[in-house]
């Protein structure tokens, strides 16, 4: 029997938005499915190493660079961000809660085989390079997304 | 023929997502699809009953229970807010084009025996006690989740 | 072999949003699915066109019509919008790697015979009139995009 597929779109670059798309992706390998995370746009940050890596970049790159956050763990909240209290609060619910933090599920994500790719476009945009992102991850485009959604059972936009 | 299924995951709590949500779901459900609408997150909101409820709570749990809408009336929208004179106005026009509001597509989801699951996850992170959730909930994990979506025909993240 | 096929409910009014909405939707029909993209909410402000338009409104109506934006050029970005510069830094960045502006990008789905409807509902409530909808948009509401949608592969909402 094939295997059942799901796929995600991660577009948000959301603390709560991530760690949704991670546990789900976590979810469906640990129940056996071929799981690929696309990540494009904000969504890109989640895999951002957090510390700034020297590397060339135009004007233009290295605002939006400073400007997003390096790593899941930096983050906003989509809502109740509160000037950076509210993911604060979050995660001091989710350590009494054993509940496991996104860059823990992003780490538990790579060894459970899950794809994690890097919208091409996107990397290019905004002026990230190869050395900036975590190891483990493929850069592709929409044709690669599409060519694995096609045959997924459960795809998200997320 | 084995019956056409469509799921949600609803993590958002802005009125006007949540209204597509629940139009989307009644509408499917009134093509004959099962359909099963996963509360996680801000979506939870959505559950809510609308008056406060007596229960024990740790001071995190009761600020956050505070901060969160008591149910789909009481959200805000995720565009043109306008510090709640968008829902106010949304909810103007509704009326005279007698759209019903989200309290009863919420309703009528439940006569059309559309699943309605709060995430258990959440609810704990929350501090949500079952007393505040409005009957006919079901509380389960992203495993149910996926077992539902793995066979679903339309499975949508809002 | 029946054709593969991709729904988007596009749900959003940000630019960026919109524009990996047309990106994947672009990507599919050159991979030769058929396609649909069902505009509600703020992403029917994705199909206005660019001029304002004189057509009987109520009061309500045409504020509404003022305070949205007219076309995909006009919209805001979902982050790190900073009061109107970020768009204006995207689209500078998007044309020195000659990445099509979305108002292109829509024109190629058009090319491509990408299906664009309209949803009646929010038409209706936001008192859009047909003249003020770009050519070649269908009108339908959620039971046409359900029929779509249950036969999708992808079905994506965004």
Partial sequence: MEKKKTT?????????????????????????????????????????????????????????????????????????????????????????HNTMPVSDLIEMAKEQDIKLVACQMTVDLLGFKQEEIIDGVEFAGVAAYLADAEDGNVNLFI
């Fill in 8 to 96: 995600i779109v991660l577009f948000s670059g959301d603390y709560d938005k991530v760690m949704a798309a991670y546990i789900i992706a976590n979810g469906a390998a640990a129940y056996d499915h071929e799981v690929t995370i696309f990540h494009t746009f904000w969504g890109l940050n989640a895999l951002r190493k957090d510390e700034p890596i020297q590397v060339k970049k135009t004007f233009m790159e290295k605002m939006f660079g400073k400007m997003m956050p390096r790593g899941p763990e930096k983050m906003g909240l989509s809502k109740m961000n509160m000037a950076g209290m509210g993911p604060k609060m979050i995660k001091d619910i989710m350590k009494k």
